[in-house]
């Protein structure tokens, strides 16, 4: 009897416990956030996903009172941030702002030091942009036609920047010489260094961001041949679709998004869904992002999972077609 009294006392005492632990967790949860928060980006500073990021972590961080310290680790295509991001505390204060090259690089890296499905809690897509073919004034080439028929008539001649394996650039670039047929070198470059010896005519075209392009495409630095969604881009309306010019089914379309180390707290992680969500959807924030080429395009965390899980699926598929032996 006795030790039935104290086996009860001790449940009870326990599951006191565990009240009190969930409460103060509860506690600490409603008053998130309540110092500034890292915001980590896989790229160095000037790219798209680091102005996306930098635009909406501004704006909230001013609505809610706490600032978004954007922290850029660039390094193998974001790899290197993701990293410090999946061994962070799952407290709401360190975030990373990822990129379509987070759901490929499943298939492209050979091991990675983390599992993207298992060690990310998603929070929301954020906006999503296709990338631009654009060439040197050199190249004798005006339209994505003649592009491939002169890299086919020089194989391995014609240079291409990307950010390196693993990068979405990389991956479309890659996809772009199976489907098109041709063989275009691949040169990684760190940084928007790639683009500054595009115009330098160091190398000949790139698959690139309307941010990064548009103000050499204006003054006629560079030449915009293509897009590689499926659709025309809103702000180059006269620039063809891959698929349109000539290489029908290329549609790559690259978003950008928010992720939590996991187990972070639910409230939490619907607390940043809706502050982003309340942001993007602002018509400041709006048309701040229409300017510099993307679309808003807010989601759940259920829904955001759904696309990076479709996303792996799908260049782990690419990759085994361009790479059987892997």
């Known amino acids: ?24 967790a509860s506690v600490k949860d409603s008053h998130y956030p309540n110092r500034s928060i890292r915001l980590l980006v ?9 102005v996306v990021a930098r635009i909406v972590g501004k704006k909230l961080g001013e609505t809610w ?22 061994h962070a505390p799952a407290d709401g204060y360190t975030l990373f702002f990822v990129s379509s090259s987070f759901a490929m690089q499943p298939s492209t890296a050979a091991k990675l030091p983390y599992d993207v ?18 060439i040197h004034p050199s190249v004798q080439a005006h339209n994505l036609k003649e ?69 050499h495409i204006k003054g006629g630095r560079l030449r915009a041949i293509a897009v590689s969604s499926a659709k025309r881009f809103s702000l180059l309306p006269d620039i063809p679709s891959i698929a349109e010019a000539g290489v029908p089914g290329f549609d790559v379309t690259i978003w950008y998004g928010l992720v939590a180390p996991a187990k972070t707290p639910l409230a939490i992680i619907n607390k940043l869904n809706a502050g982003f969500a309340s942001t993007l959807q602002s018509q400041e924030t709006q048309q701040t992002l229409i300017e510099i080429g993307v679309d808003t395009v807010a989601s759940t965390p259920q829904q955001f999972a759904s696309i990076i899980d479709k996303d792996i699926i799908q260049w782990k598929r690419l990759n085994s077609i361009n790479n059987p032996s892997r």
Request: aromatic content about 10%; proline content about 4%; hydrophobic content about 45%.
């Open 1 to 24: 009897m006795k030790s039935f009294r104290w086996l009860c006392q001790f449940l009870f005492l326990s599951l006191l416990g565990l009240s009190s632990c969930y409460l103060e």
């Open 42 to 50: 896989g790229f160095t500073p000037g790219g798209t996903s680091d």
């Open 65 to 86: 009172g706490q600032s978004f310290v954007i922290d850029n680790r660039a390094g193998a295509a974001g790899m290197v941030a993701a990293e410090i991001t999946a």
């Open 117 to 134: 499905k298992k060690d990310f809690a998603p929070i929301t897509l954020a906006v999503s942009t296709p990338y631009l073919l654009v």
């Open 147 to 215: 592009f491939i028929a002169l890299a086919k008539s020089k194989p391995g001649q014609i240079s291409s920047a990307t950010a390196g394996p693993g990068s979405a650039i990389q991956s479309t670039a890659e996809l772009f010489n199976t489907v098109a047929g041709v063989n275009i070198l691949l040169v990684p470059y760190k940084g928007a260094v790639g683009i500054t010896d595009l115009i330098a005519g160091h190398v000949q075209t790139s698959f690139a961001g309307f941010a990064q392009t548009s103000a």
